[in-house]
């Protein structure tokens, strides 16, 4: 079992957390093409716990490498981007809308996926193994993911209509990509 200490280990701990995030966005992925919008979020939100506690694992264990560096992002492009957008666009937008304006959904659920894929990509370039910046520049793909469950909470409750939807996905994906600071926590 030293392999699970081991930090140039692919399955060290904090990687077998990464791994278990990766399965439940897997799974969630799953469930949303079920209409079992109610579970897939469950999932999404295990895979964000673990999310938390794999880097939590990496700095206190000294385990991180640029083999988790790169795991992690992956599991986070599937968790907090690719999860939520599916989500939506399977709850909100296909449900819905029709015509131009599910064609517009579409196009702003890419434009989404995309500005999440050029953060995590941003942020591996200029990462360095066990090293925590103080402040985020850009809104990180967690947060986006959780304003993009409110969003989608909001329309479920009937708060806001599916095209505020599209035009909160574009704002939120806009900010992946901002200057705007956020705290580290």
Same mark, same amino acid.
């Given at each position: 079992?030293k392999?699970?200490?081991?930090?140039?280990?692919h399955f060290?701990?904090?990687n077998? *957390?990464?791994?278990?995030?990766i399965?439940?966005?897997?799974l969630?992925?799953?469930? +949303?093409?079920?209409?079992?919008?109610?579970?897939?979020?469950?999932?999404?939100w295990i895979g964000?716990?673990? /999310?938390?506690? /794999?880097?939590?694992?990496?700095?206190?264990?000294?385990?991180?490498?640029?083999?988790?560096?790169?795991? /992690?992002?992956?599991? /986070?492009?599937?968790?907090?981007?690719?999860v939520?957008v599916?989500?939506i *666009?399977?709850a909100v $937008?296909?449900?819905h809308?029709d015509?131009?304006?599910?064609i517009v959904a579409a196009?702003?659920? +890419?434009? $989404?996926?995309?500005?999440g894929?050029r953060r995590?990509?941003?942020?591996?370039?200029?990462?360095?193994?066990?090293?925590?910046?103080?402040?985020f520049?850009?809104?990180?793909?967690?947060?986006g993911?959780?304003l993009?469950?409110?969003?989608?909470?909001?329309?479920?409750y009937?708060?806001?209509p599916a095209?505020?939807v599209?035009?909160?996905?574009?704002l939120?994906?806009?900010?992946?990509?901002?200057?705007?600071?956020?705290?580290h926590?």
């Open positions: 079992m392999f699970l200490w081991t930090p140039s280990s060290n701990l904090a077998l *957390f990464t791994f278990v995030n399965t439940a966005g897997l969630a992925v799953y469930f +949303i093409t079920q209409n079992n919008f109610f579970l897939a979020i469950i999932l999404a964000g716990a673990f /999310d938390i506690f /794999d880097g939590k694992i990496a700095r206190k264990y000294e385990l991180s490498n640029e083999f988790g560096i790169q795991l /992690d992002s992956f599991a /986070d492009f599937l968790s907090f981007v690719l939520p599916f989500l *666009f399977q $937008y296909a449900s809308l015509g131009g304006t599910l196009i702003t659920s +890419i434009y $989404y996926v995309i500005s894929l995590l990509i941003h942020f591996n370039i200029n990462a360095d193994a066990g090293e925590v910046e103080k402040y520049t850009g809104v990180p793909t967690p947060l993911a959780i993009l469950w409110l969003v989608y909470l909001a329309n479920t009937a708060i806001i095209i505020v599209i035009a909160l996905m574009g939120i994906g806009w900010s992946l990509n901002s200057t705007l600071r956020v705290p926590p």
